[in-house]
């Protein structure tokens, strides 16, 4: 199995850009699809962006296309989630997870999870 730990949350402005990271340990992590999913107070987590083993395959929830970007680095065992334009909505905390392909959202679902990173974003 694949331990995560993500790191890059904080507070930003409404408009403003962050990026948060999740590395992960192991010699397997190019064997999983990654994705990210957020959960905002009294909401259910959702999936944000997902990408496949080799980066060629990506997905993204209505939301944040065209403002978020998923990538991944297997060589450095980690997966990236570039936020750009963010608006106070986005504001949860972010989890990375790591699990089985397919599907129309790459991701099949998280077998491993991170502890989460916190984004806030303020108006």
């Known amino acids: 199995q694949v331990q995560l730990g993500e790191s890059g949350g904080g507070l930003v402005q409404a408009g403003g850009s962050l990026r948060v990271s999740c590395a992960a340990s192991?010699?397997?992590?190019?064997?999983?699809?990654m994705g990210w999913f957020r959960q905002a107070p009294g909401k259910e987590r959702e999936i944000v962006a997902a990408?496949?083993?080799?980066?060629?395959?990506?997905y993204y929830t209505d939301s944040v296309k065209g403002r978020f970007t998923i990538s991944r680095d297997n060589a450095k065992n980690t997966v990236y989630l570039q936020m750009d334009s963010l608006k106070p909505e986005d504001t949860a905390v972010y989890y990375c997870?790591?699990?089985?392909?397919?599907?129309?959202?790459?991701?099949?679902?998280?077998?491993?999870w991170g502890q989460g990173t916190q984004v806030t974003v303020s108006s």
């Open positions: 192991g010699r397997t992590f190019s064997s999983y699809c």
């Open positions: 990408i496949s083993r080799s980066g060629g395959s990506t």
């Open positions: 997870t790591a699990g089985a392909c397919g599907g129309p959202k790459v991701l099949l679902g998280g077998v491993n």
